[in-house]
């Protein structure tokens, strides 16, 4: 039996204390940004008379400043041994606004209404007021909160080590976890340990340090394994935890500014598809009921970010005394265990439409690597013993959609060939995500909504 810190803060969610904290020190940031833009287009006045049209310059002068910094990793820590602001990016950001700014002037015609010399003193004023305020927060950061914004977790695994400070400490083999790739409840109780790290380290025998680096690129977490020598566990680079050497096999994807990106994406889409779907989805669970006996949803435990457990939502599709809740068979072309109605929902991917609740509680992304359930089969293989890299796939949040369905890998798996495209697929979106080719799949899915692999 597999036991777990309860209290620990390594199990507080997105909501934790460091995350929490670390949000409130991006909204002082952004605070104390526009008061510095502010405080640019202020000065000048002491010079030249109120004009009321600085009031609207300084509005679009700092939504343009919060677009290109929030996108420019302004509000974001600097990745180190320890959390840091850096306050480069900001500054750059700034710079091209004010740049901006000034071929608006141009173009525009500006500088009839504004002086060109009241906006270099409101540039310049915003420069280094930005730059004083941010560098007051860096040292404030530095010296009081360093500790607290970053949540470190040392999982020790047969291994003789002094715990660094910083850490918390978690005995491995005291606790019933081991690192068997074969097992996707180890791989679930793992994902459950490090939820709400930002930093694991694992301290092992050289014997089990490859399947920990499998374990830890599978999650969407920064993962080092404690080292004594440099052997190759395709490591990203070396580092230190405490003052013993470590290679880090594994960052996660991505940064909190891009999950928050992702996050909203993800709603930006989910909620108004619901509210614009519910007379088509209470349409579509009548005819379930009235065709057959049974619950109108199919709930199936599958593999979620951080190689987590959860319960995937459909319309049922299946007669219930012959679902298959594991999902080692994969459904046919002509296979009898289908509905009338399940059959035409399937065909056109209706009976994914309750996904859309796991979007919205979460579990679930609008695009990413498809969840499989935990029975499923390649051949006469299970996935994972197909290929180890199986787990990486689950660094990031499953999708209803994803770049291998795009490309047409779906539907059974007949051949271990299969499996191998999709894993391929999902390895190259985790590797490359960015807003734009969620934005490019969520299109090329309306195209291979009703495909000939699907039934």
């Not at 509005?59 to 420019?72: D, L």
């Not at 051949?379 to 795009?406: C, M, N, S």
Request: net charge positive; hydrophobic share 50%.
């Amino acid at each position: 039996m597999i036991v777990l810190p309860e209290d620990a803060a390594v199990q507080q969610g997105f909501w934790g204390t460091p995350h929490a904290l670390r949000l409130r020190v991006f909204g002082v940031l952004l605070i104390l940004d526009l008061l510095s833009i502010g405080m640019g287009f202020a000065v000048p006045c002491i010079w030249y008379r109120y004009d009321p049209s600085l009031v609207g310059v300084f509005f679009v002068t700092g939504a343009v400043y919060v677009a290109i910094a929030f996108n420019g990793g302004a509000f974001s820590f600097k990745p180190s041994r320890t959390f840091m602001i850096d306050t480069g990016p900001a500054v750059r950001s700034l710079l091209f606004t004010y740049g901006t700014l000034f071929l608006m002037s141009y173009f525009l015609r500006l500088d009839q209404i504004l002086p060109r010399g009241l906006l270099l003193i409101a540039m310049v004023t915003g420069l280094t007021l930005l730059s004083a305020l941010r560098q007051v927060v860096v040292v404030y950061t530095a010296t009081h909160l360093r500790d607290r914004l970053l949540t470190q977790l040392l999982v020790i695994d047969g291994m003789q080590i002094v715990p660094p400070d910083g850490f918390q400490v978690f005995d491995a083999r005291a606790r019933g976890l081991r690192p068997d790739l074969r097992d996707p409840a180890m791989l679930n109780a793992f994902g459950l340990l490090i939820r709400g790290c930002e930093r694991v380290a694992i301290a092992c025998r050289p014997e089990d340090r490859n399947n920990w680096a499998m374990m830890l690129k599978g999650v969407n977490v920064r993962g080092e394994i404690v080292v004594n020598d440099l052997e190759s566990y395709g490591a990203f680079g070396v580092s230190h935890v405490g003052d013993l050497p470590a290679l880090t096999v594994a960052v996660g994807p991505l940064p909190l500014r891009k999950a928050l990106a992702k996050r909203l994406f993800d709603l930006a889409i989910c909620v108004p598809a619901l509210i614009a779907l519910l007379p088509g989805i209470i349409l579509i669970a009548v005819a379930i009921k009235l065709d057959s006996k049974g619950p109108v949803l199919f709930r199936q435990r599958r593999v979620g970010q951080g190689n987590e457990f959860f319960y995937i939502l459909k319309f049922r599709s299946m007669k219930v005394e012959q679902s298959d809740p594991d999902g080692k068979v994969s459904a046919s072309r002509d296979d009898d265990r289908i509905t009338r109605v399940g059959y035409f929902i399937r065909r056109t991917s209706i009976d994914e439409l309750p996904q859309l609740f796991n979007v919205l509680l979460g579990d679930m992304s609008i695009v990413g690597p498809r969840p499989h359930a935990l029975g499923s089969l390649a051949g006469d293989k299970l996935f994972w013993d197909i290929d180890e890299r199986y787990w990486h796939r689950h660094a990031l949040k499953p999708g209803i959609t994803g770049l291998a369905q795009v490309r047409g890998f779906r539907g059974a798996t007949n051949e271990t060939t299969d499996l191998t495209h999709r894993l391929q697929a999902d390895l190259e979106y985790i590797s490359n995500w960015s807003f734009w080719r969620d934005a490019a799949i969520l299109v090329l899915t309306v195209r291979v909504l009703v495909h000939r692999n699907t039934f």
